[in-house]
């Protein structure tokens, strides 16, 4: 496995990582299988959350006496400085470690941003504890590509994680810029959240794109650690077959697929679209019902409160029948 600087970081990673979601659907002892068929494979790279429930538990009783092996993130929603503070504190006991590698603010928004960088803001809390040792760097993930160009302007930015795969290029010159700037680039939603089913060939389209420093595809079974670490190693560029395919892939996605650039917002009635649809995924893709309808729960308006205005589908540059995906949606939630 091709080793790569994480950026700025100055961190040693694997080139590609993994992803701590699905592991929800196992138990602390598959994960700690799979932890050490990665250190075995020369996998060292390790991404969670405080939201992904049980994630950060179960990494932390497989970890134990392979920590060092590893370079760990995860991240919070928290936008103030007790509530991340608190957070970090979460992480660290959850994790079974006395320091993180990189804390990431989670699924920031540009208005967000002011209020983390504000006095009293979250900021200050991971400023304090990487002076303190708890975590070794900072780093943000996001959906908008707002926030991803507020972001290569900001000097505590040490990495930036965001959606990159067949479908959704709309970032490409973004992660270039973080390329130019020495910030590492970490993607996420490699199979469009299972939407792209040949992970082969979506790992190989990424692997080829030299401006991703990492890829952290989700796994949960130890088979799918061998496939994806094939398709991350395999040197020969993209063939004709393969771009092919690439282009099947967009046409059948390309039409119907929310790429949660946010362009529909806002809602008339308050619904927050593209978590409706990144929701949705979870239920119908990853195999996380339960913690999906939990998020959904989340959602202070729901897809059913659409009033049917079609404004969203007039700001979509990818024309979705949004009105009829949320009645989908709210039919597939019950709300």
Not at 54 to 70: C, K, M, N, T
Not at 259 to 269: D, G, I, L, T
Not at 291 to 300: D, E, F, H, I, P
């Amino acid at each position: 496995m091709q080793t790569v600087t994480l950026g700025k970081t100055g961190l040693q990673i694997s080139r590609m990582g993994f992803g701590g979601i699905p592991i929800q659907k196992i138990d602390a002892e598959g994960t700690k299988a799979l932890m050490h068929r990665l250190k075995a494979e020369g996998i060292n790279f390790i991404d969670t959350a405080r939201g992904y429930t049980v994630s950060e538990e179960y990494l932390g009783y497989a970890l134990e006496g392979i920590r060092a092996d590893f370079i760990l993130a995860t991240k919070s929603m928290s936008r103030d400085r007790e509530s991340m503070a608190r957070d970090i504190d979460t992480s660290l006991k959850n994790l079974r470690t006395d320091y993180i590698d990189l804390y990431q603010i989670h699924n920031i928004t540009p208005a967000e941003l002011e209020k983390v960088m504000a006095p009293g803001g979250a900021l200050e809390a991971l400023q304090e504890a990487k002076a303190a040792g708890k975590i070794g760097h900072i780093g943000l993930t996001a959906h908008s590509l707002d926030t991803f160009k507020l972001a290569l302007e900001l000097d505590w930015v040490e990495t930036i994680m965001f959606p990159y795969n067949i479908v959704e290029t709309q970032a490409e010159k973004l992660i270039h810029q973080c390329a130019r700037k020495n910030i590492g680039f970490i993607c996420m939603k490699p199979l469009a959240g299972g939407a792209i089913e040949d992970a082969t060939l979506a790992l190989r389209y990424i692997c080829a794109n030299p401006d991703v420093t990492v890829v952290i595809p989700g796994m949960a079974e130890e088979k799918e650690i061998a496939q994806n670490i094939a398709a991350c190693t395999d040197p020969a560029p993209l063939t004709p077959a393969e771009k092919a395919a690439i282009n099947d892939v967009r046409s059948t996605l390309g039409t119907d697929f929310c790429r949660r650039c946010n362009y529909c917002q806002p809602c008339a009635a308050g619904i927050n679209i593209s978590g409706v649809f990144l929701f949705e995924g979870y239920l119908t893709r990853y195999g996380l019902a339960d913690w999906a309808r939990g998020r959904y729960a989340t959602l202070s308006v729901k897809a059913s409160a659409c009033i049917g205005c079609g404004a969203c589908e007039d700001r979509c540059p990818y024309h979705l029948p949004i009105r009829e995906k949320l009645k989908k949606a709210a039919e597939k939630f019950g709300a």
